[in-house]
């Protein structure tokens, strides 16, 4: 048996998130019938992230073990044959038979995209939150100064988490905007269940003018899911990148 590691980017609008649920269609139910169906085996996945519903990815990463004599790198284009347009292995790889994409040391890097005008914008809709009221952008990334660094972000995570602790470290949290869309761009050791979204939801009342960037300090310091904002919906957001901080192959 080998352990094949996929690199997995996919439109999430279709599908009720990442892991198998009775309530409709994911995409590791997805993937398990396509790669079961080029093995012949009955493969089962084991993703990174469990991403939720409506929520994309461009760096998803799952392993799965096989028997089978596909090499290794050509497994990606090989299950891409018989995959749905909305899910793309973009790289496969043989990995030592004990690794695990969870329980390796990463960095892991998410986008979430702000359409900022008046009108919604069709073509967009599937892949951006749009705010039509104006945002400063520049009290925007004043809160989100407060946040990088290691803190307990209970405030900033479903009151349903089933995580032993809430504290994490956020690397960087980079606010861009281009023309009428405003990307938040934020990378971490670990993020909690709806963090990225809830803290998209406060940065967004910053930007308003509904909250200053002090206040914002005041949220992450009163560890209640209460005071901070609104979770922002699930489409404007992408798991754009892992980043393993050794090679799996070493």
């Given at each position: 048996?080998?352990?094949?590691?996929?690199?997995?980017?996919?439109?999430?609008?279709?599908?009720?998130?990442?892991?198998?649920?009775?309530?409709?269609?994911?995409?590791?139910?997805?993937?398990?019938?396509?790669?079961?169906?080029?093995?012949?085996?009955?493969?089962?996945?084991?993703?990174?992230?469990?991403?939720?519903?409506?929520?994309?990815?461009?760096?998803?990463?799952?392993?799965?073990?096989?028997?089978?004599?596909?090499?290794?790198?050509?497994?990606?284009?090989?299950?891409?044959?018989?995959?749905?347009?909305?899910?793309?292995?973009?790289?496969?790889?043989?990995?030592?038979?004990?690794?695990?994409?969870?329980?390796?040391?990463?960095v892991k890097t998410y986008e979430y995209r702000i359409l900022n005008r008046e009108m919604p914008d069709p073509l967009r809709r599937r892949d951006s939150w749009h705010v039509s009221f104006p945002l400063d952008v520049d009290?925007?990334?004043?809160?989100?100064?407060?946040?990088?660094?290691?803190?307990?972000?209970?405030?900033?995570?479903?009151?349903?988490?089933?995580?032993?602790?809430?504290?994490?470290?956020?690397?960087?949290?980079?606010?861009?905007?281009?023309?009428?869309?405003?990307?938040?761009?934020?990378?971490?050791?670990?993020?909690?269940?709806?963090?990225?979204?809830?803290?998209?939801?406060?940065?967004?009342?910053?930007?308003?003018?509904?909250?200053?960037?002090?206040?914002?300090?005041?949220?992450?310091?009163?560890?209640?899911?209460?005071?901070?904002?609104?979770?922002?919906?699930?489409?404007?957001?992408?798991?754009?990148?892992?980043?393993?901080?050794?090679?799996?192959?070493?």
């Amino acid at each position: 048996m080998r352990r094949i590691k996929l690199t997995v980017s996919y439109d999430g609008t279709a599908y009720c998130g990442w892991q198998i649920q009775p309530n409709g269609v994911t995409v590791e139910e997805v993937l398990n019938r396509a790669l079961s169906r080029l093995t012949g085996e009955t493969v089962r996945v084991t993703g990174a992230s469990r991403t939720d519903a409506g929520v994309h990815a461009r760096g998803n990463v799952a392993v799965f073990d096989t028997a089978s004599a596909i090499p290794p790198e050509r497994v990606a284009y090989a299950v891409n044959a018989v995959l749905p347009e909305d899910i793309v292995a973009v790289e496969s790889q043989e990995v030592p038979p004990d690794w695990h994409p969870r329980y390796q040391n990463s960095v892991k890097t998410y986008e979430y995209r702000i359409l900022n005008r008046e009108m919604p914008d069709p073509l967009r809709r599937r892949d951006s939150w749009h705010v039509s009221f104006p945002l400063d952008v520049d009290r925007m990334r004043a809160a989100a100064a407060c946040l990088v660094g290691e803190h307990d972000f209970r405030s900033f995570c479903s009151v349903h988490t089933g995580a032993k602790t809430t504290v994490r470290k956020i690397c960087a949290l980079d606010i861009v905007k281009s023309e009428d869309l405003i990307t938040l761009r934020i990378s971490g050791n670990g993020f909690l269940y709806n963090m990225v979204r809830i803290i998209a939801g406060t940065l967004v009342e910053a930007g308003r003018r509904a909250r200053t960037p002090e206040e914002v300090r005041e949220i992450l310091e009163a560890r209640e899911r209460g005071r901070a904002g609104a979770t922002a919906p699930p489409q404007g957001l992408v798991l754009a990148d892992i980043r393993y901080l050794y090679s799996p192959d070493e």
